[in-house]
């Protein structure tokens, strides 16, 4: 357990890991993840399609939508703040019925991703958007794995250290959002 009793997730994760966890709950994330935005999520369900393997073992895996900024320093990389996940929408359920067990952005998903999560006992999580530089204070170390030819959208492993998110989507079909926005209306 992280500080405060808030839950460590360190892929590969499993249904002990995702089970637990309800909407609202913040979370911290260690080890190994994958970076992948628009593109490299089209050529991924491409590749799923032709029956080719993903760049990486998507069992248990998690994925953040992030562009990072170029390393300053002795980072491993610059800002490396949260894209908007809905441009993943369309390639998201597949991915997640392929192994992805959770992913990280900021924003709703749509009907169709939740019903994915639910079904794939999956996780929704958001980072802090406009906190990039604090959010690259916790990636260790960063290598392109795939797509070089896509820059800052190339698909990337990512080493993070207590890396903050809160679940917006739970396995249970808890959704954050809508459970902040029902709760102002009835106010």
């Known amino acids: 357990?992280?500080?405060?009793?808030?839950p460590?997730?360190?892929p590969p994760l499993d249904d002990g890991d995702i089970v637990p966890l309800q909407a609202g709950q913040k979370v911290l994330l260690r080890g190994v993840i994958y970076t992948a935005r628009d593109m490299a999520h089209k050529r991924m369900v491409e590749a799923l399609q032709a029956g080719d393997e993903l760049p990486f073992n998507p069992k248990g895996g998690v994925i953040y939508y992030?562009?990072?900024?170029p390393a300053p320093g002795d980072r491993a990389?610059?800002?490396?703040?949260?894209?908007?996940?809905?441009?993943m929408d369309?390639?998201?359920p597949t991915l997640h019925r392929?192994?992805?067990?959770?992913?990280?952005?900021?924003?709703?998903?749509?009907?169709?991703?939740?019903?994915?999560?639910?079904?794939c006992n999956a996780l929704y999580l958001a980072a802090v958007g406009g906190?990039?530089?604090?959010?690259?204070?916790?990636?260790?170390?960063?290598?392109?794995?795939a797509y070089p030819d896509l820059g800052p959208e190339a698909v990337r492993r990512l080493v993070v250290e207590d890396f903050p998110a809160v679940v917006i989507n739970d396995a249970h079909g808890g959704d954050l959002y809508e459970?902040?926005?029902?709760?102002?209306?009835?106010?």
Not at 77 to 84: E, H, L, Q, R, Y
Request: proline share 4%.
């Open 98 to 119: 392929a192994g992805i067990r959770a992913t990280i952005g900021k924003g709703p998903r749509s009907e169709e991703v939740r019903r994915a999560i639910q079904e």
């Open 77 to 87: 990389v610059g800002a490396a703040g949260p894209t908007t996940s809905y441009r």
């Open 1 to 6: 357990m992280g500080t405060d009793a808030t």
């Open 179 to 187: 459970q902040v926005t029902s709760g102002a209306a009835e106010a």
């Open 90 to 92: 369309a390639f998201a």
């Open 66 to 69: 992030v562009g990072p900024a």
């Open 131 to 145: 906190a990039g530089a604090l959010l690259s204070s916790r990636i260790k170390e960063c290598e392109v794995i």
């Open 8 to 10: 460590v997730l360190e």
